[in-house]
């Protein structure tokens, strides 16, 4: 009898360990966002602002296994499917005075702008990141603001994402500076 549980036991482990290898993880976990800034932090005075916003993926996993609700891997590149927890809402705060009307602590979403892929049209669209249809396309995104603060200031941007458990996850960008 003992045989037989110990037997099961290890089947069902090695059936775990299985689908946890990379064979289907569509999904990804993260518990952080981070914010890059391309080309250099020190905007030139000809150049528009632009964040390279990305997950710091902590697993990635399916949907269900068995009983099981989640499945976790230890090495795949996985995750194409997106976040696990769609994001509902998404924000991005100004941590300092960045323009008129616009005082530290302000939401700057409406400033921003992406380029998506819009499937019905099969063509990317530039848009007003408050008009973006689907909001998980914010992550893994590049979003640019033509507005810019007086030469010499600097400012970071602290980014929210809340998913759809309630989940609310930040990061911030680096130092910025206007030449």
């Known amino acids: 009898m003992l045989r037989k549980v110990l037997t099961v036991a290890v089947l069902w482990w090695a059936v775990i360990v299985y689908n946890s290898c990379c064979s289907d993880l569509p999904y990804f976990l993260y518990d952080s966002v981070i914010v890059d800034v391309l080309r250099s932090s020190t905007v030139p005075a000809s150049d528009s602002l632009s964040l390279y916003i990305r997950p710091q993926v902590t697993e ?31 924000r991005i705060i100004t941590e300092q005075d960045f323009v008129t009307g616009y005082p530290a602590g302000s939401d700057v979403t409406d400033l921003f702008f992406i380029r998506y892929y819009a499937e019905q049209s099969v063509r990317y669209e530039d848009v007003r990141l408050t008009d973006l249809p689907d909001p998980d396309q914010f992550l893994l995104s590049i979003i640019w603001t033509k507005r810019r603060l007086a030469p ?24 910025i500076t206007w030449e």
């Open 60 to 90: 990635y996993v399916s949907q269900h296994v068995a009983p099981v609700s989640a499945s976790f891997a230890w090495q795949c590149t996985q995750g194409d499917s997106g976040p696990k927890y769609p994001i509902v809402n998404f």
């Open 152 to 175: 010499g200031r600097s400012i970071t941007f602290r980014i929210e994402v809340i998913n759809t458990i309630g989940q609310r996850i930040t990061g911030t960008s680096p130092s």
